[in-house]
């Protein structure tokens, strides 16, 4: 299983970007899909999930109202709409996938997912 990030750049302050999770490899049960971000220096951070199990979403308090995170079934893709971007967005962004379906507590955690992608990066420019 391969999760291959991709979409990240340079933008300005209150622009917009739309980063996508491609899935690929043999076929796996997932239960829910994430973005994390990280910047030097710092842990990873969950960002937002999409849980299989009917269509739910969570945020991070940071991203509420700006980010939203969609799945595309017929792609096998999830991507992560970001608006109103601040320049505290810049990070590199992770997905990630959970194939384990462990409970709530571990949406935002980062060893709720078993399965990363490489990471692709934003700078937002202020």
């Known amino acids: 299983v391969q999760l291959q990030a991709s979409g990240g750049g340079l933008v300005e302050a209150g622009g917009s970007l739309r980063l996508s999770c491609a899935v690929s490899?043999?076929?796996?049960?997932?239960?829910?899909m994430a973005w994390f971000r990280q910047v030097p220096g710092k842990e990873r951070e969950f960002v937002a999930t999409?849980?299989?199990?009917?269509?739910?979403?969570y945020y991070a308090e940071f991203v509420k109202d700006r980010f939203t995170i969609s799945r595309d079934s017929t792609k096998n893709t999830v991507a992560l709409q970001m608006n109103s971007l601040k320049p505290e967005d810049t990070a590199v962004y992770f997905c990630?996938?959970?194939?384990?379906?462990?409970?709530?507590?571990?949406?935002?955690?980062?060893?709720?997912?078993?399965?990363w992608g490489q990471g692709t990066e934003l700078t937002v420019s202020s």
């Open positions: 490899g043999r076929a796996f049960k997932w239960h829910g």
């Open positions: 990630a996938a959970d194939s384990r379906g462990r409970g709530v507590y571990y949406y935002t955690q980062n060893s709720g997912y078993d399965y």
């Open positions: 999409f849980r299989l199990t009917g269509g739910r979403t």
